[in-house]
C-alpha cells in the first residue's frame, strides 16, 4: 500500500533549521489528522506534533513548543515541520503519520501513537554541536 514520503531532513549545525516535507500520492491527506513524531537511536518513538484535518489547530510536545512549527497544505496533499533552533538533542529519524479521522470533525488532532494507522518511512534529521 502506498506510503507517505517524507523528504527534508539532512545534517545540521545546532542553532540551524530544517523544513520536513510529507508526501502521500494514494490518500486524500485532507481526511486524515497528521502528525510528525521521531525516534532516537536506543529510545522509543515519541510524539512531535499533531495537526487537524482543517489544519486550524496544532500540538507539539513541551520539547519542541515554540522552535518547530507544523503546518499543511491540504491542495497540495502536503503536510509540514518547520524547524527552527535546532539542538543536539533533536537528532533522530522523523517519521509523518496519517490518524483516519473522515468520521471526525476537521478540528480533530491526536498526540496518541496509537491513534495513527499509517506511516512513512522516516528521514533522518542530525543536529551537530
Known amino acids: 500500500q502506498v506510503q507517505p514520503v517524507e523528504s527534508g531532513g539532512g545534517l545540521v549545525q545546532a542553532a540551524g533549521s530544517l523544513r520536513l516535507s510529507c508526501a502521500d500520492s494514494?490518500?486524500?491527506?485532507?481526511?486524515?489528522?497528521m502528525g510528525w513524531f521521531r525516534q532516537a537511536p536506543g529510545k522509543e518513538r515519541e510524539f512531535v506534533a499533531a495537526?487537524?484535518?482543517?489544519?486550524?489547530?496544532?500540538d507539539y510536545a513541551e520539547s519542541v513548543k515554540g522552535r518547530f512549527t507544523m503546518s499543511r497544505d491540504n491542495a497540495k496533499n502536503m503536510v509540514y515541520l518547520q524547524m527552527n533552533s535546532l539542538k543536539p538533542e533533536d537528532t533522530a529519524v522523523y517519521y509523518c503519520?496519517?490518524?483516519?479521522?473522515?468520521?471526525?470533525?476537521?478540528?480533530?488532532?491526536?498526540?496518541?501513537?496509537?491513534?495513527?494507522?499509517?506511516w512513512g518511512q522516516g528521514t533522518q534529521v542530525t543536529v551537530t554541536s
Open positions: 503519520a496519517g490518524a483516519d479521522a473522515s468520521a471526525r470533525n476537521r478540528l480533530y488532532y491526536t498526540n496518541r501513537i496509537s491513534d495513527y494507522g499509517y
Open positions: 495537526i487537524s484535518r482543517s489544519g486550524t489547530r496544532t
Open positions: 494514494g490518500r486524500t491527506l485532507s481526511a486524515y489528522a
